[in-house]
């Protein structure tokens, strides 16, 4: 396992819809995901069965819906989003970027 996350030797995976993402690293247990949104692009709602969600503003804006409750958020803030409870955003601003910690990690992004 290389202990070590190469920013500008990894390349993004495009997802679609004005989405693309990096996996950071992760173990067994952890896992850290860049995502980048053009402006406008939606991430969403939706829930996890198993993992808990922690989504932090790395840069630009995201309008964001956790259960319901509607905020936006900037560069320094975050959102909790524990299994089960439903999450989404849409970007507001050009490559606004969301620092995603999972736990369990994602086996799906692998």
């Known amino acids: 396992m290389n202990p070590y996350f190469d920013n500008e030797a990894t390349p993004w995976t495009d997802l679609g819809g004005g989405i693309r993402r990096k996996i950071v690293g992760h173990t067994d247990q952890l896992m850290s995901v860049l995502v980048q949104f053009d402006q406008g692009a939606i991430g969403t709602p939706h829930a996890h069965e198993v993992h808990d969600q922690i989504a932090y503003v790395i840069s630009g804006a995201f309008e964001c819906d956790v259960d319901g409750i509607k905020k936006v958020l900037r560069p320094g803030d975050a959102f909790v989003a524990p299994h089960g409870h439903t999450h989404g955003v849409v ?20």
């Open 91 to 110: 970007a507001l601003e050009p490559d606004s970027t969301l620092l995603d910690q999972f736990s369990p990690r994602r086996d799906d992004y692998l």
